[in-house]
């Protein structure tokens, strides 16, 4: 399973901003999309996750400005990110729960800037 995430930017408080992540490779085994994001200094946290069979969940922070929509023709999945906060600044990361070895893979972190 590969993951290729991009999207990122500076955008102003209030702001929004979509983070794509493409999968390819043997997409058959995965459980879930997530996404994860790590401020400068801080562990890297769980933003929301999309199940294989379209379930979603979303981290208290995040819940009602966030959403996890998906295009399944084109092996996309979206981080949609609405009423930007400067605390949401951080490294995105998206990853692949699988059901198999090595059970975990991750995209190259994509930076997002909110500025204030």
């Known amino acids: 399973v590969q993951l290729q995430a991009s999207g990122g930017g500076l955008v102003q408080a209030g702001g929004s901003l979509r983070l794509s992540c493409v999968v390819s490779g043997s997409s058959f085994s995965i459980n879930a999309i997530g996404w994860y994001r790590q401020a400068p200094g801080k562990q890297r946290d769980l933003v929301g996750a999309?199940?294989?069979?379209?379930?979603?969940n979303y981290a208290d922070s995040v819940k009602g400005r966030f959403t996890i929509p998906r295009d399944n023709a084109k092996n996309t999945v979206y981080l949609q990110m609405n009423s930007l906060k400067p605390e949401d600044t951080a490294v995105y990361y998206c990853?692949?729960?699988?059901?198999?070895?090595?059970?975990?893979?991750w995209g190259q972190g994509t930076l997002v800037t909110v500025s204030s």
């Open positions: 999309i199940s294989n069979g379209g379930r979603t």
């Open positions: 990853h692949a729960d699988v059901s198999s070895w090595p059970y975990n893979y």
